[in-house]
């Protein structure tokens, strides 16, 4: 029997005039909404960030499942109905991406694929080892050892009680986006697949953040910086249903929270305000980081920005893990592959805790930024504001990592997988450079001010000639600029869903059209540009 069919949020984040109340941005909104079938329900409207940030997210509902080609469809259609009133300067649809191979099931949160094959990760400490982090504990003074007194934000599926988690975590400061409530608590519900929740992922807040900061198994995991503290935030239940609107959210949360750093397993199309929010924790001191991807071929948003750090995985032997999206936006790499970490058992219920080999990038990242805390408590956050100044913290941290001999580079190492594999005790002994030494330093992604060529091609991994030849064969070369600037977002989404769209611009020669038809999750203005091109 089929599963009922409920209304289902669909998200666009627009950005109005400063004049402009919820009243009046709704009302915008409900007369484009009637103009676009399938589309119905009050419209919602709740503001982006700080009270006073004008960037708003508006919720209307229709009945296709979330990650369906005809609710992608129907998303863009209405960012393009309202980008056309002329009332918003941005207007961008939030819609969810698997920003993984649905096939290759690796995704950093199900299993540890062909693990009990590789014989060097049977130690549960084969990580730690691999980043010198003993050393790096030695060369730490008592007070600071471990991470004490580093607060780590966490926009992931929440937390629970887990033996191999046991961190501080600061239940007054976290927060569920998905609720809207205080608890961030992960409720654990069994992996059961949904037409609504085609894969969901409970346990994965937990599972990175054992990575973090856990207290260990008593059996030689732990992890990075256990003295750390976590606030987390429960922002995503399933890997095809991570709102970039919610992420946004969270990481203005952590700032609020005075977190010193952003830890994001995860990944997706991005849009502006998950940028901005980005940059003002940023400017405020903070070190952000994200997943690069699994199995997609892509570097997914956030990692994909210049204002936070991508990571890519490596498995043992500094072997570079084929499943790790990577590219020349790839800052630097950690481990990732048949790493150890809190699982859980879903056989039994309540499913048993359990610790387990898992692969994913995102388990790099969480290396990393249990790495990054160490680093902060070492120097001392305080002492790098004092230093260096507030907006430049994330700068010296990454001025580090690209020191010579922070990061391991074996033999045969790709760049693409950023400058090395990080290695803990040799970032803490590295010394702190001028200030002179670290302006302007930032992640490899593409900038702010880049345009839509340029952005693609960080995400993509292509020549901005190649991207620039592929948006003219795709969108017609006539007006071609203003055409990229209007459908970025829905290309962008396209080329993550869609390995045959993708085929276009990755093989020169090969058109995005080849197929005879543009994707399904296309939006009819996109088609009608495509069909007159």
């Known amino acids: 029997m089929s599963e009922p069919r409920a209304d289902q949020p669909l998200l666009i984040a627009v950005r109005p ?61 209405l960012t393009h109905v309202l980008q056309d009133t002329g009332d918003f300067a941005v207007a961008e649809a939030d819609v ?28 549960h400490g084969w990580a730690l080892d691999a980043i010198g982090w003993q050393d790096a504990l030695a060369a730490m ?8 007194g580093i607060r780590v934000g966490h926009p992931d599926s929440g937390f629970s009680d887990h033996l191999a988690l046991g961190a501080e975590v600061d239940v007054a400061a976290d927060w569920d986006l998905i609720d809207d409530d205080d608890d961030a608590t992960d409720p654990l519900r069994p992996p059961n697949v949904t037409f609504f929740n085609p894969l969901p992922n409970p346990g994965h807040g937990t599972s990175t953040a054992s990575v973090i900061l ?3 198994d008593g059996a030689g995991f732990s992890g990075v910086a256990p003295e750390a503290v976590l606030v987390p935030f429960r922002a995503t239940e399933s890997v095809v249903q991570v709102f970039d609107s919610d992420v946004a959210a969270a990481v203005h949360r952590a700032r609020a929270a005075g977190c010193h750093i952003v830890s994001m397993s995860l990944g997706g199309t991005g849009f502006f305000g998950l940028r901005e929010a980005i940059q003002q924790a940023v400017d405020d001191g903070m070190i952000v980081m994200a997943a690069a991807g699994n199995h997609v071929g892509v570097v997914t948003a956030p990692a994909s920005y210049d204002n936070c750090i991508a990571v890519a995985a490596t498995g043992t032997g500094d072997s570079m893990w084929p499943g790790s999206s990577r590219g020349a936006a790839v800052d630097v790499s950690a481990p990732g592959a048949c790493v150890w970490a809190a699982g859980f058992d879903w056989n039994v219920s309540p499913p048993n805790r359990v610790v387990e080999r898992t692969d994913g990038t995102s388990y790099a990242v969480a290396h990393l930024a249990g790495v990054s805390a160490l680093w902060l408590a070492h120097h001392g956050h305080a002492e790098l ?31 693409d997988w950023g400058v090395g594999r990080i290695d803990a005790a040799a970032l803490l002994s590295q010394p702190l450079p001028d200030v002179s030494e670290v302006d302007g330093a930032r992640a490899f992604g593409a900038p702010a001010q880049a345009g839509p ?21 795709t969108l017609g070369p006539a007006d071609l600029d203003a055409r990229a600037e209007r459908f970025e977002g829905e290309l962008v989404y396209l080329l993550l869903e869609d390995q045959s769209f993708r085929a276009g611009l990755a093989l020169p020669g090969l058109s995005a059209f080849s197929t005879g038809a543009p994707p399904a999750a296309a939006s009819p203005q996109l088609r009608a540009t495509m069909a007159g091109r």
């Open 96 to 123: 969810p991406v698997r920003a993984f191979d649905p096939e290759a099931r690796a995704t950093g949160a199900f299993s540890g694929g062909d693990c009990g094959a590789d014989a060097a990760s049977e130690d």
């Open 453 to 473: 060529v340029e952005r693609i091609a960080a995400i993509t991994n292509v020549d901005p000639r190649r991207v620039r030849e592929w948006l003219a064969d």
């Open 385 to 415: 504001v004092r230093r260096f100044g507030r907006h430049r913290v994330q700068a010296v941290f990454l001025h580090q990592v690209r020191a010579p001999g922070v990061c391991a580079r074996p033999l045969g190492w790709d760049d």
């Open 141 to 148: 003074d008592p007070a600071t050892r471990g991470g004490a």
């Open 214 to 216: 856990g207290k260990g």
């Open 17 to 77: 005039d400063d004049e402009m109340t919820d009243l009046a941005v709704a009302a915008i909104v409900a007369e484009a909404a009637a103009r676009v079938a399938g589309v119905g329900g009050p419209v919602e409207v709740r503001r982006l960030g700080p009270d006073g940030q004008r960037d708003r997210i508006v919720t209307v509902r229709v009945a296709d499942a979330i990650g369906s080609p005809t609710y992608a469809s129907t998303a863009w259609e």
